[in-house]
C-alpha cells in the first residue's frame, strides 16, 4: 500500500499532514480535521479565543472549565508531580 495524503491543515501552531491510504473515505479525513479543532478550540495556545487562553487571562478569578480541559489539567499536574518539577505545565509566559 502506497501512503497518500489525505488532508493537510493548520493545527497547534503549525501544519498538519494526515497521510493515509489512498482509499481512506473523504468523510474520514475531514472528521479527524473537525476533532483537531474541536481540541484546538479548548487546549490551544495559539489561540486567543480557546478555553485554556480564556482560562489563563481569568487571573485567578473562578473559571468554569469544560470537562476535556479539566481532565488535560488533572494529566498535567500529576505528569508534574511524577517528574519533580522537570515538567511544568505552569510556564506559560517563559515559552
Not at 497518500?4 to 503549525?14: D, N, Q, W, Y
Amino acid at each position: 500500500m502506497n501512503p497518500g495524503v489525505g488532508r493537510v491543515f493548520r493545527a497547534m501552531g503549525t501544519e498538519v499532514e494526515l497521510q493515509a491510504c489512498p482509499d481512506l473515505p473523504a468523510a474520514t479525513a475531514v472528521s479527524i480535521e473537525a476533532l483537531f479543532e474541536k481540541v484546538e478550540q479548548h487546549l490551544s495556545r495559539f489561540r486567543t479565543d480557546s478555553e485554556i487562553s480564556q482560562l489563563n487571562l481569568s487571573a485567578g478569578r473562578p473559571f468554569l472549565a469544560s470537562e476535556i480541559l479539566r481532565r488535560v489539567l488533572g494529566a498535567a499536574l500529576i505528569a508534574a508531580s511524577r517528574s519533580e518539577g522537570l515538567f511544568d505545565p505552569t510556564l506559560l509566559h517563559a515559552v
